[in-house]
């Protein structure tokens, strides 16, 4: 079982910065991928990015490319998404996932993840 639990999620202008967290426990070590979803009101839950454990693999939805960059702390077991230049279509609930198999290209699908967080909330005002 892994266990996800992510912080960070707020309230910021047009243009701000947030920093997601997403902090991993469990069985850590069997997990090969960590994504960032997220959901706007009377949406479907999207792909926004991914990462490789090793961190040396990333990948994003073309939306947040140059704006959004997410990273990992081994050490920490936890995975950011530090997103800049925010947008109000970016609020939305961001969940983060894991992936407990190997793949490459790095999953972009819902079912694609294992184990998920209860979702942080990110709201961007105009």
């Known amino acids: 079982q892994v266990q996800l639990v992510e912080s960070g999620g707020g309230l910021v202008q047009a243009g701000g910065s947030l920093r997601l967290s997403c902090a991993a426990s469990g069985r850590t070590s069997s997990i090969f991928g960590m994504g960032w979803f997220r959901q706007a009101p009377g949406k479907e839950r999207e792909f926004a990015a991914a990462?490789?454990?090793?961190?040396?693999?990333?990948h994003y939805v073309d939306s947040v490319k140059g704006r959004f960059t997410i990273s990992i702390d081994n050490a920490k077991n936890t995975v950011y998404l530090q997103m800049n230049n925010l947008k109000p279509e970016d609020t939305a609930v961001y969940y983060c996932?894991?992936?407990?198999?190997?793949?490459?290209?790095?999953?972009?699908?819902?079912?694609?993840?294992?184990?998920w967080g209860q979702g942080t909330q990110v709201t961007v005002s105009s």
């Open positions: 990462i490789s454990r090793s961190g040396g693999e990333t």
């Open positions: 996932a894991a992936d407990l198999t190997y793949r490459l290209p790095l999953g972009v699908r819902l079912y694609e993840y294992h184990y």
